[in-house]
């Protein structure tokens, strides 16, 4: 069966369905939100204590088996991890979960306990531990809050921008089959990241885990494919319908390297944004463009914080002992800030909200990327330079001054660096002022030589570059009254979408109208477009006044010609001729 090339907006009875299955989702995702914080909650505070307490460091395993290892100085496990077999005698399932077994430590009578491990190799040894409640400083507990607080802050932020971006497109485009799917992609991704995750693996149904992430990478590849007016371009991409089906099933797989199944899903993904790519160079400046702008901005974004933090996760050691908390930390937060830029994008785009803002946000963004990145290069390499040089001189104990000497060569680096490359792009991007200060000197220059007509279309090309209203037009004050000489969307100056109307004034008094529509993508006019549109209207104005006066003496001009030739010609008794 061949897959259709469109999806078409959906009929009303099948939208209240889709609607119905939408809502169920978010609300099972929302409760497994607040569930898994209120587990891993539990987990800090409770089970992590209870195992502490003897001197243990518990490590859960993807299939929720636990394992142990001697607690270190820095509350991880060291290296070698055993299986608890039996607790003071009795048997310790291998399907326990760490709450069960939490639960039987904190339970055991006396200030001992006999455990029954096991090693990697298999042999199998008692231990005898004495149990010794840890009473953290108050550094310490502040330091363990301070990291638990981020961890799930940035974590809960995360599944807070997927949701609301899902309500968001499924409330205010429940029609629409492209918005729909990504509602229900940022729906169950809210149901499998961190903090979700680890309460499925903790609580034995990891399997819950994958078909959540299957599924919604199922549904991403056929709604990036879509995105964003539900026609598949190219054309060939409609078969993604099917060929996503085996993809997903070998992403999921559990006997398959996870690095090959990583890079395969990163291609299909990549394949679908080559996808838009060639949708992009297809249109004509306009409203699918800004869509994919932004879009493209958002993926682009998400994706390299999520790199960064796969790059980070592959250089923490196997042994727990040598892991350092706070790059843990920083590894999670990278992810959970690649989770979050994904949809901000995407949402935009679909609700048609700032449109036009894409190019500002992107070249700003950019700037701001090298800007950090220049600085971060500055400061890395300052920095042992700057320590080795002063241990040289002064020894060793004044490597903080060091430091701080770095710090201030980056800080002095961030003003020129940050006025360069923000000046560069202004120059090259610009905004809605620049381009009509840039555009004033050819006003002027217009209005001596071309007709008032002229000048009116090329000023509406400003307006639009600039602005992009959804009509325009401009009404010129002539002697046999007010006549609207250009326009762009519009036919009459009563035109209904015409939402302002812009006095074209200058020092000798007004001389017309500017009509505008709203924004092409909905929304109001933002402060620089509008700040841009007040300075054009004085030149505009000038500009079209000079012209009408001149377009105004050499049609009189060409009038008196006209009747002279006549008057000549009946003199001679000839035919006039043109003059």
């Given at each position: 069966?061949?897959?259709?090339?469109?999806?078409?907006?959906?009929?009303?009875?099948?939208?209240?369905?889709?609607?119905?299955?939408?809502?169920?989702?978010?609300?099972?995702?929302?409760?497994?939100?607040?569930?898994?914080?209120?587990?891993?909650?539990?987990?800090?505070?409770?089970?992590?204590?209870?195992?502490?307490?003897?001197?243990?460091?518990a490590q859960v395993q993807d299939d929720a088996s636990v394992l142990v290892s001697q607690a270190t100085a820095n509350g991880s496990g060291s290296s070698r991890q055993y299986r608890i077999l039996a607790i003071n005698g009795r048997t310790v399932e291998r399907g326990d979960l760490i709450a069960d077994v939490a639960h039987r430590l904190a339970q055991a009578p006396g200030p001992t306990i006999s455990l029954l491990l096991q090693s990697p190799e298999g042999r199998q040894f008692r231990s005898v531990r004495l149990r010794h409640p840890a009473k953290l400083s108050p550094a310490d507990a502040h330091a363990r809050d301070l990291r638990v607080a981020t961890r799930l802050g940035f974590a809960l932020l995360a599944c807070a921008v997927l949701l609301l971006c899902s309500s968001l497109l499924a409330l205010r485009r429940p029609e629409d089959p492209v918005a729909m799917l990504f509602a229900l992609v940022f729906a169950l991704m809210a149901a499998s990241i961190d903090p979700p995750v680890q309460l499925w693996l903790w609580t034995g149904v990891g399997w819950a885990e994958d078909v959540l992430a299957s599924t919604w990478f199922y549904l991403l590849l056929v709604a990036l494919a879509l995105f964003p007016d539900g026609i598949f371009v190219p054309r060939?991409?409609?078969?993604?319908?099917?060929?996503?089906?085996?993809?997903?099933i070998f992403a999921s797989l559990p006997d398959v390297n996870e690095t090959v199944q990583v890079v395969v899903a990163l291609v299909a993904l990549l394949a679908m944004l080559g996808g838009q790519v060639t949708r992009y160079?297809?249109?004509?400046?306009?409203?699918?463009?800004?869509?994919?702008?932004?879009?493209?901005?958002?993926?682009?974004?998400?994706?390299?914080?999520?790199?960064?933090?796969?790059?980070?996760?592959?250089?923490?050691?196997?042994?727990?002992?040598?892991?350092?908390?706070?790059?843990?930390?920083?590894t999670l937060v990278f992810f959970s800030l690649g989770m979050a830029a994904i949809p901000f994008g995407l949402l935009i785009a679909l609700t048609q909200f700032r449109l036009w803002e894409a190019d500002t946000v992107i070249t700003r963004s950019a700037a701001y990327a090298v800007v950090t990145l220049i600085v971060g290069v500055v400061w890395a390499a300052s920095a042992d330079l700057v320590k080795l040089v002063v241990s040289e001189v002064m020894g060793r104990e004044s490597e903080a001054g060091a430091t701080a000497i770095s710090a201030m060569i980056a800080a002095g680096v961030f003003a020129p660096t940050q006025s360069a490359v923000l000046g560069w792009t202004r120059r090259k991007f610009g905004g809605p002022l620049d381009r009509v200060r840039s555009a004033a000197e050819r006003l002027k220059n217009w209005g001596l030589t071309e007709t008032p007509e002229e000048v009116a279309t090329r000023a509406l090309g400003i307006v639009d570059e600039a602005m992009h209203p959804l009509v325009a037009g401009i009404v010129l004050d002539?002697?046999?009254?007010?006549?609207?000489?250009?326009?762009?969307?519009?036919?009459?100056?009563?035109?209904?979408?015409?939402?302002?109307?812009?006095?074209?004034?200058?020092?000798?008094?007004?001389?017309?109208?500017l009509l505008l529509g709203r924004r092409s993508d909905g929304n109001r006019y933002n402060t620089q477009e509008l700040k841009a549109v007040r300075e054009l209207v004085p030149n505009l104005a000038d500009a079209l006044r000079v012209a009408r006066s001149r377009h105004s003496r050499e049609s009189v001009l060409q009038q008196q010609l006209e009747a002279m030739a006549a008057r000549l010609a009946q003199l001679e008794g000839g035919t006039p001729r043109p003059a």
């Amino acid at each position: 069966m061949r897959p259709p090339a469109r999806l078409r907006a959906i009929p009303e009875r099948y939208a209240r369905l889709l609607r119905l299955v939408w809502a169920l989702l978010f609300g099972f995702a929302l409760v497994v939100v607040v569930l898994a914080t209120a587990h891993s909650l539990r987990a800090t505070y409770s089970y992590s204590p209870t195992f502490a307490a003897f001197g243990l460091s518990a490590q859960v395993q993807d299939d929720a088996s636990v394992l142990v290892s001697q607690a270190t100085a820095n509350g991880s496990g060291s290296s070698r991890q055993y299986r608890i077999l039996a607790i003071n005698g009795r048997t310790v399932e291998r399907g326990d979960l760490i709450a069960d077994v939490a639960h039987r430590l904190a339970q055991a009578p006396g200030p001992t306990i006999s455990l029954l491990l096991q090693s990697p190799e298999g042999r199998q040894f008692r231990s005898v531990r004495l149990r010794h409640p840890a009473k953290l400083s108050p550094a310490d507990a502040h330091a363990r809050d301070l990291r638990v607080a981020t961890r799930l802050g940035f974590a809960l932020l995360a599944c807070a921008v997927l949701l609301l971006c899902s309500s968001l497109l499924a409330l205010r485009r429940p029609e629409d089959p492209v918005a729909m799917l990504f509602a229900l992609v940022f729906a169950l991704m809210a149901a499998s990241i961190d903090p979700p995750v680890q309460l499925w693996l903790w609580t034995g149904v990891g399997w819950a885990e994958d078909v959540l992430a299957s599924t919604w990478f199922y549904l991403l590849l056929v709604a990036l494919a879509l995105f964003p007016d539900g026609i598949f371009v190219p054309r060939a991409m409609r078969w993604m319908i099917y060929a996503a089906v085996p993809l997903v099933i070998f992403a999921s797989l559990p006997d398959v390297n996870e690095t090959v199944q990583v890079v395969v899903a990163l291609v299909a993904l990549l394949a679908m944004l080559g996808g838009q790519v060639t949708r992009y160079r297809r249109l004509t400046p306009g409203i699918e463009r800004q869509q994919i702008k932004w879009a493209a901005f958002g993926f682009a974004a998400g994706f390299v914080l999520l790199l960064v933090a796969f790059l980070m996760a592959a250089a923490i050691p196997d042994d727990p002992a040598l892991r350092n908390p706070l790059f843990n930390l920083a590894t999670l937060v990278f992810f959970s800030l690649g989770m979050a830029a994904i949809p901000f994008g995407l949402l935009i785009a679909l609700t048609q909200f700032r449109l036009w803002e894409a190019d500002t946000v992107i070249t700003r963004s950019a700037a701001y990327a090298v800007v950090t990145l220049i600085v971060g290069v500055v400061w890395a390499a300052s920095a042992d330079l700057v320590k080795l040089v002063v241990s040289e001189v002064m020894g060793r104990e004044s490597e903080a001054g060091a430091t701080a000497i770095s710090a201030m060569i980056a800080a002095g680096v961030f003003a020129p660096t940050q006025s360069a490359v923000l000046g560069w792009t202004r120059r090259k991007f610009g905004g809605p002022l620049d381009r009509v200060r840039s555009a004033a000197e050819r006003l002027k220059n217009w209005g001596l030589t071309e007709t008032p007509e002229e000048v009116a279309t090329r000023a509406l090309g400003i307006v639009d570059e600039a602005m992009h209203p959804l009509v325009a037009g401009i009404v010129l004050d002539l002697p046999s009254g007010p006549v609207m000489v250009a326009a762009r969307g519009m036919h009459s100056p009563t035109d209904r979408r015409v939402h302002d109307r812009l006095l074209l004034e200058d020092e000798e008094g007004p001389v017309g109208r500017l009509l505008l529509g709203r924004r092409s993508d909905g929304n109001r006019y933002n402060t620089q477009e509008l700040k841009a549109v007040r300075e054009l209207v004085p030149n505009l104005a000038d500009a079209l006044r000079v012209a009408r006066s001149r377009h105004s003496r050499e049609s009189v001009l060409q009038q008196q010609l006209e009747a002279m030739a006549a008057r000549l010609a009946q003199l001679e008794g000839g035919t006039p001729r043109p003059a």
